[in-house]
Structures are given as C-alpha cells and as structure tokens.
C-alpha cells in the first residue's frame, strides 16, 4: 500500500468515497482514527459537497503525519524538481517540495512548488479527472507546508519567468499534504527572496523587504530563500576546497580544545566559563594548539572549528562565533614557503568556487548583485611599504610603521584593485612594532617582521606569521612587550624540545564568503549568527 | 649561499678555518655575532681542539635560528625518511628530522633521526673526511633536537630492527643542529613507545611505562611517538571518510553555533559562559541546529564539531570536550532509509580504515597489540527485544523496557560478536520510555520507538532518532513526558512551517577511534584531552 492511506484524513469521515477505495483504507484508517493523527487540512474543502461525488477522491488529501509504519510501503520514487525538463514531457513524476504559491483563477489553480533553488508551475484545473473540491483544496494549502505531487510533465506555450524549470510544468494528478506550514507566515519566501537594487530603482519602495532581525528570529524560513540554500552550500564548498587542496599537500587534519585554562590572547575579550569548581575560557584562536602539533611532529596542520571573540563589536563584519580555517606547517629556510601555499590555496578556493558553483553564484546573484570576484594567479603580493606608499600617494598621512585602519584598507584595497585588477592580495611584511610578541622579526630590517595579512575586497580575512620556534628567544620578546612569563610558560615550555620553524594563519569562514559574495552584513552567510546582542534562535 | 653559514655558531669565534670559509662567512657572521644570535650546542666541541684543524669545519655545527633570512637561499633539496630506499644507495641525500637516540662508541656514533612514524640509522665514523670533532659533536646533542643531515644512502649489511628503514642507513656527511631540544626531557619517546604486553609478560616489570598524566602534561613530546603520529592521521581519516562520503550522498556541510540561550538537553551537566550582562550556555549537541537545517531545506546535512558535557565522568571513555560527527537526514517515508545510510557509513569508515590507513594501523598495533576490527556488509541490525532475549538468555535479568546498563552493552557485545561474528552492529527499535520526549514513537508498537542506536566492540558510538517533525505532535509527547514546553518554544517553533521527516544521529569522534582501535581509554584519541580534571595543556 502506498502512504495514500491517510487520505481519509480531509474528510472527518463526511466524504463520499468510492466502495473499493474505502475497502483498501478502512483498516488502517479506523486505526489512524482511533489514535487522533488524522487532521483536518481545511474546514471549506470538507463543507464543499454540493456537487455531489468527488471524482478526485483518493488523490488528495492530508497524509497522516510520516511515521515509519511498516504499514506504509511505497515503491513510489520521487523525481528532483531540477531534474524535471522537457525531455520528460508527458511523463507522470511524483516530487516532494514546499508550496511556494498558489492562486486560483475561476476552475483552476496555479501553484509554484519550491525544492531548494529550484522551483516548478504545477496546474491544477477542474476536468473529467480532477473535481472542483480537489482543485480548491489546492487553492487553500496553507505556503510553505510540504506536498506529494504528482502530475505530468507539460510543456509549457512560453517561459515561466518566475520558476527555475521555466520550459515545463506539471499538470496535477495527485497531492497530499506532508507537512502542513501555519497559516500566517512571520516572513514571506517571496518578500525575503526579493532582488537587492540600487537605490536610485522607482519600484524599490513598493516592495516589502525583510529586515535582518526578522529573518534571523525565524530563520528557519528565511533559510529557505533560493539565495540562502546556495549561500550555505557555497559555504560548505570553501571548507570543502581548504580541505581537499590541504589534505592532498599532506596536511593532517586536527581538533583543538574550545575551553582552555588562559586565554589565548592576552586575557582581553575572552568569554569565562564555569568549569566544575574552577573556571575556564573559550579559545579566542587555535593558535598554540596548532603550534604544539608542530612542535609534536605532525609538520603540516589544518583546523575547522568555532572561534570565540567576547568583543562588544556591534558591526557588519564581527561575530562573537565563528568558524576558523586555521592552518600552521612547518617550513625549510623561508616563512615564504607557507606563504605560497596558503597563496596558492585561496587561488584554489577562488578557482574551485568559479568552477564548480557557478549555478550557487548565480542565483546569490539574482538577489544581490555584485561584481564577479576577480583574482590573479599567482596571487599579487605586495609588501607593507608599499602599500603605505600608494596610501600616501593618495593622499593618506600615515607613519611607516602605523597599522592599517579599516578605512585605509579599504582605501588600499580600491587602490590594488584599480592599479592590479585583483580582489585578492596578500601584504608581506608588516611592521613587527604591530604584530604579537611571538612574531619572528625580520632579520634583514630594522621595523619589519615576517607576518603577513591577506584581504579580500579590501577586507582582512587572513592574518598569519612566522612564529617563533625558539623558547628562549621567545622569552625574550615576549619581555621586550612586557608579557607577563608565567602565564605564558605553557606556550613557552612548547618550543623546549626543539620545534621546526614554522608559519601559518587563520582565516575568517563568514568573511571569506561574504567578501568574495560582496554580501553587506557577515549575518548573512553565519547560518545561526552570534553577536553581543543575539544567542537566538 | 646555503644556511651553513651558522657553522661557526659552535665556535664561538675560537676555532680554526680555512681561508675561504672564513672569507664566505665573515660579512654575515658579524651581523649575525652582533645580534647575539648564535648559539654553543656544546661547548666540549669548542675546547676540543686539541688534535689541531678539524677537518670537518663547515660540515656541522648549531644552525642560526632560521628566521627566513634573504641571505639564505638554498636549493638544497630534502628526502623523507619513509623514502629513503635501497634504490637510493649511494646517493647522498638530505633529511630534516629529530635525533632520537645517538651512542657513541669508539670512533663511531650511531644516531638514529625520526621523522613522524619512520627513522633511520644514521652512523657517523672518524675517517679521512669525518674529524673526530664532528662525530664527537654528533655524540653530544641532545636527544630530541631537530638536525638537517647529508648522508651516503648505503645498504645494510643486515636489517636494522629497531629503525622503519631496515635495509639502508646514512652515512654522514654533514649535519646541523636546526632546533636544540632541552637537556633534560620529561620522558623519553622510547619509553613512551614502548609496546604494551600482556600481563603475564615476565619482562614487564622492567621496562619504564610513562603514565597518562606525565604524557598529557608533556604531550609536545608524547604526540611524537610512531602510535600517536599514526592515532591521530587515523582520527583525520575518519573525518576525511565521513565527509567525502556523505558530500556524495548530497549532505551540505553546516556550522552549529556553540553559545547557545537555553541547554539543549534540559539544564543538566551543561557548562554556563559569561555573555557579555548575561549568560549563555555551551551545546551538548547541534542536534536542534541540525533539526532546523532540514526545516530550513537543507534536505541533509552534517556538521563536526566540539561538544561540551558538564559531566563529573572520571572514567576511561568520558571526556567534557569532544568531537561530534552529527548527520540529519530528510526522508521519504521510514527512518530506515536514514539508518541505512548511517549503517553503510560506518561500513565504508571501517573499510577505508582497513584500505587506506593499514601502515597507520600497524604502526598503532606494535604498540597497542589488538584484534583486527571486524565488521559485516551490510552492517548486522537487530531489534531491541533480540537483545534482551540474547542477554536473558546470557542469564541477565531485565525487564523489557530497561535501558542497557554499561555492563549489560558490553556483554551484549561479545554475545553478538560472538554469534554474528562482527565488532559493529545497529540496535534498533529502542522502547519509548527510555528515549527523549521528541523521539517518534513507533506506530506500529505499544512500546518501540523509532531510535536506534549503533555500537563497535561492545560500546556505544552512535544514539539517533526519527525526530517528531509534527509541533503540536511534539507538543503532546513534551507534556507527556512533562517537559516545560514555555522552555523549548524555539524548538517546537522551527517546525511550525512545515517540515520533512526526518531522522539523524550524533557519533563521537574520539569513542570511534578508541574502539576501533581497541585502546583503553579516550584520552589516547584526543590530541588535548579534556575531563573534570584537566583543562591543560
């Protein structure tokens, strides 16, 4: 039997129904009755009886909710809304998707089912087949409740412009109800899906936009905007591509601990927790752990974990959680070996998205414009007098050994844009005076160090170094900076046992992905975002 | 020039060169004497200059610390260890890697350098071109430092037992001291390899063991042993196989936030974070997250990542930090088509172990000798009332709806291994009563439930459910099992608007590893473990 046995369940027992269709159902459904899971869809449909026999009964209704009954056997095989083009045309297919919309016109019904990105024109119109009751159950299914449909694939006269399949539709045959939405909506996918435009657009302020907070307090439906299911599946491919290239470079995938003892960084904006009778921290980086995997050995280490700021950043671009693709690797003679593979990594990165999500990036795309995310390969490399120097020349008063402000980055980031043509850049040599105690310096300048910072759209989403390997003369720049010893020993003590020198950097997932989108706001593309004023949901 | 201009690093200006050595190394030398940056490995090296010129001058000697100078550049090209074969032979090749042990006897110095789970002897001998400085300078460096080595690949006459290479070995030609490791070492890495024997093994007593806590406080030193280098490539493996594998079934990869508002497990052993004025708590599981993926599309996801119990667990499998392999899954009709893919997940994580990691494995067993892990395809699925017939059968007293106490799995273990033949196998059909209030009951029975949980050598890796995708269904089982519904409104909220069935499970990283491997206690498969009393290093 096939899970149709739940059809019963839009009539409270009022529906007419056929004596062989009832045979098939009666069983299951006097047990279905009995236990109270069979539910009304909609009062209108059951009251609807005047014409007499429904034609179409026992192909619709509500199913009884989905529980694994051995009883339900389907060898019904569904069909992906995606998959569905004209070469299946006059074809039956079942597919299960969420009613986008639906509208009726006189004796028929117009629906839109979604399936992620994709999306399909499903008619259903009063005939010899289908009765008046079915078609205006149809038309009353609240949106976004999940459906069984099948229908036969049709092509259409000329394209539907706003469904993804816009050469063919599906002309009803069956429907049921998986899952039924609420009937009012706290957003509408049509409104959360609507296109970005520039603010000189006439039609901008006819349309209702969903602001932030409202997406983000229901995000359960606001993550099913076409733009969203590809923002996280795009997403899912940059830790994806880091992993791979990493993995095949021989780089040993690793787990570093959340709650640690000190804080990472100093002691500043880190979060306290409560541990047994003692406290402990959250990680601000993963930084000493991978440090210490060198120093045990494992030359090459990369880390996909949650990274913690307790900072009270009320900003576009700071979350209080988010992801680290950290990665650290010991290296022969130059830090610039590491250089050039974490260089050579974004360029994979930059590459493998192009490649392999370009329909993702064109259906972001379709609701917020942006210019393509240009990079060369090898990746541009400039050095920290340099860039101070095109700041200059542009007006910027800066001294040679002052960081960038987040104006003047983006300011160089426009420059290195305009002059090279490059999103991505990486700038060499920052000025140790800047940079942590455990930086190494660079040993053939008086101000420089080998630490570098990589931006994306004139934004900083990595930031890396040489770090010292050696624990005495470790100690000593951590005195020159007046970092207390002891409560470094722990760090310290790592590089006793002899340690290869080494580098490494940590890069910011949401930024990455929201930069190389040219998305305004990191909430964006953090599927559950954290920030001072958001745990929820 | 090559990095060999620290050569005179283990002079300390006093000893003699040759002319052009000395012209060579001069103009850097300064610079570098000025910067106080060359160290004395040894100073019986220095003063041993009575036999008059050392012949070996500018073949050995302490490395500047290597800081990615430009002076460096060097085309010098290393081999690994593991590579390094007879068809190398009377090649000279370079290798970068820790002296694990040196003897000196005689006129010679056997050295053996270790580079993650490979070694090679390498035999310094006073000869026409080897001073007897040199190989007295290999006989004094601390164990444990990191040496760049030139030496002549050269057979052996027979096999070197206690090196992975055992036909060939180096014969020197120079050697630098790169990173000098400490004096004293808090254990030794062979004391800390040493296989572990049965306990009627009358050599036993003798050999030094290093205890848990002496390996966790110096773990730099204890992750370099050959099982540990090989434990934790084996742990990235089955995060490599987990992923790869369920990225081809269609899984989105997706991040959980780790702060969260509520607990996600009702209130108990959940560790409390300071937020910023307020409080937040740490995930004992994404499982809410995951649960709103799939109401939010996704379809099907996966995420790895820490989870965090407040548990006063002091036992050999508790941890209070661990690594979660989470997977939810949208299905059609029967949480069976999600338990089979969990069920061929794990097949295809033991046969890419058993495939793809045999060298880690073994490297694994000489220390921790263990039983082949053994397994069906597909995986072995009983009911859970089989169980309980099996262990009533075993003389085991227990009612039909008790939960499986340690004890009890463990002997349900062997009895299955023992009639079935296979360290993995799914317990299905778990009774309701001992499950969480959103499990899907079974419809089919007054007692099941539609959870399942999944099991290696005896002990549980995996717990999973069909989820209630239903909100006022939910609702009904929360007040049935009297949970505050006012406390999980956001939960009960994100399937309001329609959701799939679904079902999914967590798996526990280290326990996977851990049983895999037959070891004895979890904190052997967390790089930096964490439990009630250890939150260092």
């Known amino acids: 039997m096939t899970s149709k046995t739940g059809a019963t369940g839009v009539s409270d027992g009022e529906q007419v129904k056929s004596k062989s269709q009832l045979k098939k159902e009666e069983k299951l459904a006097a047990k279905a009755m009995k236990k109270e899971q069979f539910k009304t869809m909609n009062k209108t449909n059951t009251n609807d009886q005047e014409s007499g026999e429904d034609i179409s009964v026992g192909k619709y209704g509500v199913l009884k909710m989905i529980q694994s009954s051995k009883s339900v056997v389907s060898d019904r095989v569904f069909v992906d809304v995606k998959n569905i083009m004209t070469i299946l045309a006059d074809n039956s297919?079942?597919?299960?998707?969420?009613?986008?919309?639906?509208?009726?016109k006189g004796k028929q019904c117009f629906m839109v089912v979604r399936q992620q990105q994709w999306s399909i024109q499903v008619l259903a119109v009063v005939s010899d087949t289908i009765s008046k009751q079915f078609v205006k159950f149809c038309s009353n299914i609240n949106k976004e409740s999940i459906v069984d449909i099948k229908g036969k694939v049709t092509r259409t006269p000329s394209k539907i412009g706003s469904c993804s399949q816009q050469d063919v539709e599906l002309h009803i045959e069956e429907l049921w109800v998986v899952s039924q939405s609420a009937?009012?909506?706290?957003?509408?996918?049509?409104?959360?899906?609507?296109?970005?435009?520039?603010?000189?657009?006439?039609?901008?302020?006819?349309?209702i936009k969903v602001n932030q907070d409202t997406r983000l307090d229901n995000r359960v439906i606001d993550l099913r905007t076409p733009a969203n299911q590809a923002i996280?599946?795009?997403?899912?491919?940059?830790?994806?591509?880091?992993?791979?290239?990493?993995?095949?470079?021989g780089f040993v995938e690793i787990h570093t601990p959340k709650m640690i003892n000190a804080a990472s960084e100093g002691g500043a904006n880190v979060f306290t927790i409560s541990y047994f009778k003692g406290?402990?921290?959250?990680?601000?980086?993963?930084?000493?752990?991978?440090?210490?995997?060198?120093?045990?050995?494992?030359d090459r280490v990369f880390t996909i974990g949650a990274v913690f700021r307790a900072e009270d950043s009320n900003t576009y671009r700071h979350l209080t959680e988010f992801v680290g693709l950290d990665l650290e690797m010991a290296f022969k003679y130059h830090y610039h070996e590491v250089v050039d593979v974490i260089g050579s990594l974004f360029t994979n990165i930059f590459k493998g998205?192009?490649?392999n999500y370009q329909s993702e990036i064109k259906t972001i795309c379709e609701q917020y414009p942006v210019?393509?995310?240009?990079?060369?390969?090898?990746?541009?490399?400039?050095?920290?007098?340099?860039?101070?120097?095109?700041?200059?020349?542009?007006?910027?008063?800066?001294?040679?050994?002052?960081?960038?402000?987040?104006?003047?980055?983006?300011?160089?980031?426009r420059l290195v844009k305009a002059k090279y043509d490059t999103d991505f850049y990486i700038l060499d040599k920052f000025p140790l005076a800047i940079r942590p105690f455990y930086t190494m310096p660079d040993p053939d300048s008086k101000v420089a160090s080998n630490s570098y910072d990589m931006f994306m759209r004139g934004e900083e989403i990595l930031s890396g170094a040489q770090r010292i390997h050696d624990s005495d003369y470790l100690i000593e720049r951590a005195k020159h900076h007046q970092v207390d010893i002891e409560k470094i020993a722990a760090y310290i003590d790592a590089f006793r046992y002899g340690c290869p020198p080494h580098a490494g950097g940590g890069i910011g997932l949401e930024r990455v992905v929201m930069l190389y989108l040219g998305l305004d706001n990191i909430r964006k593309v953090s599927m559950f975002p954290r920030d001072p004023k958001r745990l929820t949901p």
């Open 93 to 104: 297919v079942w597919i299960r998707g969420r009613l986008h919309t639906s509208r009726a």
């Open 183 to 207: 009937n009012q909506l706290p957003l509408l996918i049509e409104d959360a899906s609507r296109p970005v435009k520039g603010d000189d657009d006439e039609d901008q302020g006819l349309n």
């Open 232 to 249: 996280f599946r795009l997403e899912a491919g940059v830790c994806k591509i880091f992993r791979d290239l990493l993995t095949a470079k």
């Open 279 to 298: 406290s402990a921290y959250l990680a601000q980086s993963p930084q000493l752990y991978k440090q210490m995997a060198i120093a045990g050995d494992f």
């Open 353 to 355: 998205l192009r490649d």
């Open 371 to 413: 210019e393509p995310f240009k990079f060369l390969d090898p990746p541009l490399k400039l050095e920290f007098p340099t860039a101070v120097n095109m700041l200059r020349e542009a007006g910027v008063e800066m001294g040679d050994e002052d960081d960038l402000s987040t104006p003047n980055e983006k300011l160089l980031g």
